[in-house]
């Protein structure tokens, strides 16, 4: 994504949350989530689309995340599923990605990320979507990525035939060559005037650089060391299985 593409209220806007918490049943969430989001498709992958966006809400809900935080939340894990399907992602690319999002909304760091969500707050997510997605990454890719081609020939044979007869050449038309176009003069392009920072010391924004370095730093490593650690949990279970299946 391009820096200064925020995901605060891309889908769910303030009125619709509200619309959301007044649903009497879940049935009734799920029936104004699929009006907002103008879901529609094959039944089963919606099914499975709202039963993971409903996921998302609720866990919101519980940890008391503001409208703000809610909405974002809510899209970075649709824009995160929406790239997997589209561009076939497999499981360490996925990831990847859902990192890039999420540094792009937890660092104050104009017009590159912004300050939405705390450290506490990433590691709350990212334990999130390795539990509600990751775990089930082989089934949403199955869902959603799987494609039937169906190919019909309608020739009766798969030779080229060649035409019965030509036109001769006395009923075509002489075709005259286009002048080529004159090259136009490049555009005059104005600089953009040059930026005073007469206001700021050299030190200060030192100082306000290696501050945002140490904290892009530290969501760098957290995110890592909670993906390797349930890297190393799904190994030792297939290892257990495989011992057993032995």
């Not at 009923?171 to 104005?190: I, N």
């Amino acid at each position: 994504m391009k820096a200064g593409t925020f995901l605060l209220y891309a889908d769910l806007q303030p009125e619709g949350l509200a619309a959301l918490d007044a649903a009497r049943d879940e049935d009734a969430a799920k029936a104004t989530l699929s009006q907002l989001l103008s879901l529609g498709g094959q039944a089963k992958r919606m099914e499975v689309l709202l039963e993971l966006y409903m996921n998302a809400l609720r866990f919101a809900r519980a940890h008391s995340f503001s409208v703000e935080k809610t909405s974002t939340f809510f899209s970075i894990i649709k824009r995160n599923h929406e790239e997997m399907a589209e561009a076939f992602l497999p499981p360490h690319k996925s990831w990847e990605f859902l990192k890039a999002l999420l540094l792009m909304h937890s660092v104050q760091r104009p017009p590159h990320s912004v300050g939405i969500f705390t450290l506490s707050e990433v590691q709350l997510i990212t334990k999130f979507a390795l539990e509600n997605y990751y775990d089930h990454f082989k089934l949403y890719r199955y869902a959603f990525t799987l494609k039937h081609v169906k190919q019909v020939d309608v020739r009766t044979s798969w030779q080229e035939q060649p035409p019965d007869s030509f036109p001769p050449l006395s009923e075509g038309l002489p075709v005259e060559p286009e002048p080529e176009p004159e090259p136009e003069p490049p555009a005059y392009v104005e600089p953009p005037p040059i930026a005073l920072n007469a206001d700021v010391s050299e030190a200060v924004k030192a100082a306000v650089e290696a501050q945002i370095a140490a904290q892009v730093a530290a969501i760098k490593a957290n995110l890592e060391a909670q993906y390797a650690q349930t890297a190393a949990a799904h190994q030792a279970k297939l290892a257990a299985l495989e011992a057993k299946v032995k």
